[in-house]
């Protein structure tokens, strides 16, 4: 087999003759180049390759998946003779199916190489601008990476996708000292196609550095309120995924979503819009067609506080009777508002700017509580000082039902796009 399109056509083929009815296969092929600063010290360059092959096979309503990293013949071999087996032992579920054919594609976006010197420049230009600008905190480590991935999907009904990618990302995570007293851990990080910038002007990481040096001394949050709470897009990224959960798979087929029977109804305070864009060029860490053989679409989720669609895949669709998405979900955009952030900040005489949660997934009903990390206290709007462990309870469903605002300023993380979100009627308890 010269070429991955004739491996994949070959693994379809072979499934077949061993009797599958309906067979897919999906190839994966990532190398990596990674730049790393340990202890604020430039570490280690090196490249990774990660390879995977996903099949699938499909026998009288029977499913078998197996995933290998091994591409030679025999390795091969042998997982088809296991995914045919799987098939065979598993129970019948007319909900599996691979989807009908499409027109044949091939997807590009990013670079097809890295600029290494570059990678370099700006990682090492990054350490001294940090040790310079907040000579209190202290990074832990830092990564700066460029992925060129191609993903090959066939099924045996006839979809024929290629997609290529090259794409930068870069993560760091950092603490701030001052004798005994640290802050508590944080992290910001960002995907992007081009090094177009210096690395602390993506994403929120400069804003995060330069907080992290106010939290080493904190406070606790007087008393305990019902009341306001901004929501900063680095927080936010967590809501969002628990809202989108009720919207998923697990949720809808078990019945236990908030939003099962809420299609074309109002969920949301009428200035929430949010988006799965995957082929957005607003979005830089994208994809072009999903595991199950579709070619992604953009959606919107919610369109003006109106839930538009479910984050169901083919199988989802298929076992609950319900519209499937033209997407996987992901790459979100949540549209601005029309209020500074400011602004908003000035509107609270008492309330908590939440800058990271720690919980627990929300329960069937919406109620979620957890940990305040990271985050402020405001008073007599302004944002104050920093707070310690301090608790918050509120209900999901409710909580996206009272948003009061919704700020103008959005932070690009290459792989989503958030604002800043004032919300109402959650608890907030000091220690």
């Known amino acids: 087999m010269k070429t991955d399109r004739e491996l994949v056509k070959y693994c379809i083929e072979r499934m077949l003759q061993k009797g599958a009815e309906k067979a897919q296969c999906y190839l994966k092929y990532n190398k990596k180049h990674e730049l790393n600063v340990d202890a604020g010290e430039m570490k280690l360059l090196r490249t990774n390759?990660?390879?995977?092959?996903?099949?699938?096979?499909?026998?009288?309503?029977?499913?078998?998946?197996?995933?290998?990293?091994?591409?030679?013949?025999?390795?091969?071999?042998s997982a088809i003779d296991q995914v045919i087996e799987l098939a065979r032992s598993s129970r019948p579920d007319k909900a599996n199916d691979i989807a009908d054919k499409q027109p044949p594609k091939e997807f590009t976006a990013g670079r097809e190489k890295p600029d290494l010197d570059l990678m370099y420049d700006r990682l090492h230009d990054f350490v001294l601008y940090e040790k310079e600008h907040y000579p209190q905190t202290m990074i832990e480590q830092s990564i700066i990476d460029f992925t060129q991935s191609n993903i090959l999907i066939q099924?045996?009904?006839?979809?024929?996708?290629?997609?290529?990618?090259?794409?930068y990302s870069f993560s760091v995570m950092f603490t701030s000292k001052e004798g005994e007293k640290a802050s508590?851990?944080?992290?910001?990080?960002?995907?992007?196609?081009?090094?177009?910038?210096?690395?602390?002007?993506?994403?929120?990481?400069?804003?995060?550095?330069?907080?992290?040096?106010?939290?080493?001394?904190?406070?606790?949050?007087?008393?305990?309120?019902?009341?306001?709470v901004i929501i900063t897009p680095d927080c936010l990224s967590s809501f969002?995924?628990?809202?989108?959960?009720?919207?998923?798979?697990?949720?809808?087929?078990?019945?236990?979503?908030?939003?099962?029977?809420?299609?074309?109804?109002?969920i949301a305070n009428e200035i929430l819009t949010l988006h799965s864009y995957p082929r957005s060029p607003e979005i830089?860490?994208?994809?072009?067609?999903?595991?199950?053989?579709?070619?992604?679409?953009?959606?919107?989720?919610?369109?003006?506080?109106?839930?538009?669609?479910?984050?169901?895949?083919?199988?989802?669709?298929n076992k609950t009777g319900k519209p499937k998405a033209v997407n996987s979900g992901g790459c979100y955009i949540v549209e601005p508002g029309t209020t500074a952030f400011e602004d908003m900040v000035s509107s609270i005489d008492k309330g908590l700017l939440l800058c990271r949660f720690s919980g627990g997934n929300?329960?069937?009903?919406?109620?979620?509580?957890?940990?305040?990390?990271?985050?402020?206290?405001?008073?007599?709007?302004?944002?104050?000082?920093?707070v310690n462990e301090t608790m918050i309870a509120g209900n999901l469903a409710e909580m996206i039902k009272n948003i009061a605002n919704i700020s103008k300023e959005r932070i690009d993380y290459g792989s989503e796009i958030y604002p800043w979100i004032h919300v109402k009627g959650i608890t907030v308890s000091g220690k």
């Open 362 to 386: 929300p329960s069937d009903n919406g109620d979620f509580s957890g940990v305040a990390k990271n985050s402020y206290l405001i008073e007599n709007g302004k944002i104050s000082k920093p």
């Open 240 to 266: 969002i995924y628990y809202i989108t959960a009720y919207l998923s798979d697990y949720s809808l087929i078990s019945g236990s979503s908030i939003y099962k029977d809420k299609l074309d109804e109002k």
């Open 49 to 77: 390759f990660d390879t995977s092959i996903l099949f699938k096979a499909i026998i009288n309503d029977q499913k078998g998946d197996l995933k290998i990293n091994k591409m030679d013949k025999d390795s091969l071999d």
């Open 284 to 317: 830089a860490k994208n994809y072009f067609f999903t595991r199950d053989g579709f070619e992604a679409q953009n959606m919107t989720i919610i369109d003006k506080g109106v839930l538009k669609s479910f984050l169901l895949s083919q199988y989802g669709a």
């Open 184 to 228: 508590s851990f944080n992290y910001s990080g960002c995907s992007m196609k081009e090094l177009a910038h210096p690395l602390h002007e993506y994403a929120s990481v400069d804003m995060l550095l330069g907080q992290s040096s106010q939290q080493i001394h904190t406070s606790a949050f007087p008393g305990k309120m019902v009341g306001d």
């Open 155 to 167: 099924n045996s009904n006839g979809v024929d996708f290629e997609g290529n990618r090259g794409l």
